[in-house]
């Protein structure tokens, strides 16, 4: 186990990230996130959710405010703590959340509505997942890169890309929580009323 773990996950100066590996375990957890979905997932509770929000009106800025929040604070924990001693646990658990949290929902939409569940996961992931993905990944990427402990550039100029990343993070993740609270609301609702 300790070498499967090494293999996958311990910074090495001939493969600096271990993306295979951290892919392997994002998969395993949207497995594992499917087969809770399957075996304890409210399909009903959904269905019936789902169904009285095709026809409610959407808050859309309590809806940013509260999206800003859920996807902005992981974000800013793993940037800032991602690249310390437990780094390796801190990303662990971040792709852990997505993917199982994914396999679940999307498990549970199929059951609840058949096929049509498979439309309406693409239709909640779309399009703010199109900015999220990018970002997270060069989040990932920018964790991974400093835990390598390579820096090729002179320390003041690395505080400040430091924080332009940081910057380019924040504006990405705020583009992808307005499209979530105020495009992707319309989307969601009309492929319901379209199934319902």
């Known amino acids: 186990m300790k070498k499967v773990y090494q293999r996958a996950f311990v910074q090495t100066k001939t493969e600096p990230s271990h993306t295979k590996g951290w892919l392997f375990f994002l998969l395993l957890s949207f497995f594992m996130g499917i087969l809770y979905g ?24 309590a809806l ?3 999206c800003f929040r859920q996807r902005l604070f992981p974000v800013v924990c793993l940037y800032f703590l991602g690249s310390s001693f437990a780094g390796n646990l801190f990303l662990l658990g971040f792709f852990f959340y997505v993917g199982f949290t994914t396999g679940a929902f999307l498990s ?6 058949g096929i049509g569940g498979v439309l309406i996961g693409a239709g909640s992931l779309l399009p703010h997942y199109l900015i999220y993905l990018p970002a997270y990944w060069i989040l ?8 390598s402990g390579e820096y090729p550039c002179p320390r003041w ?3 400040l890309l ?3 990343r940081f910057l380019v993070l924040t504006v990405l993740i705020c583009a992808g929580v307005w499209l979530e609270s105020f495009i992707n609301p319309s989307i969601l609702q009309g492929i319901l009323k379209w199934l319902g």
């Open 108 to 113: 549970i939409q199929i059951i609840g509505f």
């Open 38 to 61: 399957n075996l304890f997932g409210e399909a009903e509770r959904a269905v019936n959710l789902l169904g009285q929000y095709s026809y409610q009106t959407v808050d859309n800025e």
């Open 157 to 159: 100029k690395g505080i």
């Open 140 to 147: 990932f990427r920018f964790v991974s890169y400093t835990r």
């Open 162 to 164: 430091y924080c332009l």
């Open 64 to 66: 940013f405010f509260y």
